[in-house]
């Protein structure tokens, strides 16, 4: 893909314009809010001038999962099979740690085949963002219940959901993701700055984006249609981000506006609403998380960040230069070492 700046056009500080970050064509409903997800995940990628050439996207199966065919067209890319991504994602973080990974996926794609792997993804802090398009159902299979369809909520044809809905946000704060946000694909704004910071941060973020499905699960018995979230929003601080590489100064007043300093040096300010939150406080991310979901309420925002934990890269002492770009002879013991190693057996 050529991604030559045209003369004249608004370009980032790596020298691209936004056309270099976009993909093809949606094939997705008019309406789902998975295309509001790509458009913002074209604008943050844009907006922090990350090379396209060093991203991959990955996904696993699903509508939400076929998102990354719509933005990033120049990046690599691995769509993988049905809640599987996160191996994937894994083996390529190995094998290229100067890779920025996005994986997209699905509530039901991660909450449901996909859990298993999930849980080991967030516990191990692998440095990459993983995105939940959250709809509470089986988009692509015509609206069936999915795990995070919250206990009472009904389908189009009136079956009700009669088991708890998982929290992938609760979970992920527990099992050790450095960086956990949910947001909801209709606000633009706070989505955004959550995405710049995400690129931000060194360690799993996960972002959980409730993502109406325009087409099975928009009705009043849902609460993941538009209305719904639109009235449930509880928004934990009203988010602002300074990139790193922007000389901006920021007045703000300590105590009522928390600034959190992000891995690269960029820093994102959280004005406090409602209530004293402190997104570095687990147990206060966990509370808050169980107290708005008892309500029927959606707590969105940045939920947990620890900026400092070691990422799974970090902990396995990997040489600075990719395996990947490693000669043979650097990656395969000589054969007199092996000799030596089935000498020392005999
Ligand atoms: C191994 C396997 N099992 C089941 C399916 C059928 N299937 C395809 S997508 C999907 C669920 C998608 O739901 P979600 O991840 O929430 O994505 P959405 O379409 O809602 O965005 C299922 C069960 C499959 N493709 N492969
Ligand atoms: S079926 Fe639902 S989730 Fe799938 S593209 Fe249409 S609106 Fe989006
Ligand atoms: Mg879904």
Redo the contacts with the bound molecule.
Sequence with gaps: MNIAATPGKKVNRIGLETAAYRGGKTT??A????NAISERIVEAFFGMGVDPRRIIKLSGIG??SKSPAYFLGGSHGFNAVHGRMPSVATGAMLANKDLVAIGVSGDGDTGAIGIGQFVHLMRRNLPMIYIVEN?G?Y??TK?QLSPTADYGSTLKNGVVSDLPAIDLCALAVQLGASFVARSFSGDKRQLLALLEAALSHRGTVMLDVLS??????DHDGSTKSYSYVKDHDEPLSEISFVPFFEDISVDYEPGTTQAVPMHDGSMLYLKKLERDYDPTDKGRALQVLQESAARGEFATGLVYVESAKPDFLALLNLVDEPLAHLPLDRVRPPRQALDAIMDALR
Excluded: E
Aim: glycine residues 22%; aromatic residues 6%.
């Design positions: 997705l409903c309406g789902c809010g998975h509508c939400s709809n159902c988009g692509l609206g109406p499905c325009v087409t099975f699960n």
